[in-house]
């Protein structure tokens, strides 16, 4: 038991999710999706090229720009066995993941290992690369067995990223139980993805295009950047119970100090662009609480515990936990926060930068319905009812809603 988080079993979050609503390909066009809009109890329909009618005029859209790499690695025995190999982080997890695909040489991280028996742990696996008019040999090898980290080096100055661009495929989610296809490769990407890290697509915001962007700014709506680069823990299937009880995954969070600025001074609805960079705009909050307690930030970096959120405190303001980081990152000469965040919004929490969110539709029993929960309650359950009735698409692929925030 985890002292103040509510007791709230997962079975509250299971509905009947029909496999012919699931979506396992992209719509022919990214903005052609279906928008469902719920507000003050009510609910509509449209598509979602109407979003920037829809919202405020005074809102501040917050995307996330993780870009999705290339995660899965095929390697073949010399007895023909093949073994796969699934990148979640590089073991150096104090330092960017963008800044980490740009090593040469050697690289450790860790990984899923599919056919994890027949690698033997002083076996080293090898595979030959022509890249540029160079012949590059990679070389795979245990630096950890037990908790599957892997060193991967080669023999040349190419960086990791444009190895890994040769030799790897886009991770697509468990469910689809597909191979990925070449529209895949641009469609499971955003338009502004930009900072390489993911291993899932940050998917709310795979709907919007330039001219979606372009007419939310020409009506005066503000946009930016964070990067939360999302892991595959987001489809852990949550197996405790009790949601509180589920080990949370950790993502890496980085904020850009003028990001940071944007966000204190604006003063209209802040509206996040999906679960991850809701979980990060909260994450930002409880970081600059962490400050103001005075808690010891380790030297591999901050990270934000599942509960902290939960633990009894006096209120702090958003500027007030804002200005407490900008003066720490000031002191130190950061010029951006990075940390990593375990936190799990459940219904009881109370959002910081959170007055409406665009999503899609998410898995029955998952965190991520829990999120959307503790956003609208109890309503999903017949929004969700209805989307099933008027054939919505599902999942990552899917349609979007639009959530406004439930009155308290």
Not at 59 to 70: A, E, G, Q, W, Y
Not at 103 to 132: A, F, H, M
Not at 178 to 199: M, P
Request: hydrophobic share 40%; with cysteine.
């Amino acid at each position: 038991m985890i002292k103040n988080m509510p007791d709230i079993s997962i079975q509250a979050f299971d509905y009947v999710l029909p496999d012919s609503h699931i979506a396992f390909f992209p719509s022919q066009k990214r903005d052609e999706s279906r928008l469902l809009v719920h507000q003050q109890g009510h609910t509509s329909h449209h598509s979602f090229q109407n979003l920037p009618e829809i919202v405020p005029t005074d809102s501040l859209f917050v995307f996330n720009n993780t870009k999705v790499i290339p995660a899965r690695i095929q390697l073949t025995k010399p007895s023909g066995t093949t073994i796969e190999i699934f990148l979640l982080k590089p073991v150096e997890d104090h330092v960017p993941t963008q800044k980490a695909m740009e090593q040469t040489k050697e690289i450790r991280w860790e990984c899923l290992v599919g056919n994890k028996k027949r690698w033997k742990p002083s076996e080293i696996l090898t595979k030959k690369l022509d890249l540029s008019d160079q012949l590059v040999d990679l070389s795979f090898q245990w630096l950890d067995r037990e908790s599957n980290q892997i060193l991967i080096s080669w023999n040349s100055e190419h960086s990791f990223a444009s190895i890994l661009n040769e030799i790897g495929k886009i991770p697509l989610p468990p469910y689809m139980e597909r191979d990925t296809e070449l529209s895949d490769q641009d469609r499971y990407q955003t338009v502004f993805s930009k900072e390489l890290g993911a291993v899932a697509a940050p998917t709310a915001s795979l709907h919007f295009t330039s001219e979606i962007l372009d007419r939310l700014s020409s009506k005066g709506i503000q946009q930016s950047f964070l990067t939360l680069h999302v892991g595959a823990g987001t489809f852990l299937p949550v197996k405790e119970d009790e949601i509180r009880n589920h080990p949370m995954h950790r993502e890496q969070l980085i904020f850009e100090r003028d990001f940071i600025v944007q966000l204190l001074n604006h003063k209209g609805t802040y509206i996040p662009v999906g679960t991850t960079a809701m979980r990060a705009l909260e994450s930002l909050y409880w970081s600059g609480v962490w400050v103001l307690e005075k808690n010891e930030i380790p030297v591999n970096g901050l990270v934000i515990p599942k509960e902290y959120a939960y633990h009894d405190r006096n209120e702090i303001q958003n500027e007030e936990a804002l200005r407490a980081l900008l003066d720490f990152m000031d002191r130190n000469q950061q010029s951006q926060w990075m940390a990593q965040t375990e936190l799990l919004i459940m219904p009881s929490y109370r959002f910081r930068f959170c007055d409406a969110l665009i999503t899609n539709f998410h898995q029955p029993k998952s965190t991520l319905l829990v999120l959307v929960s503790a956003l609208i309650g109890d309503a999903w359950k017949e929004i969700y009812a209805e989307a099933v009735e008027k054939n919505y698409r599902f999942l990552s692929y899917g349609d979007a809603c639009l959530f406004f925030k439930k009155s308290i």
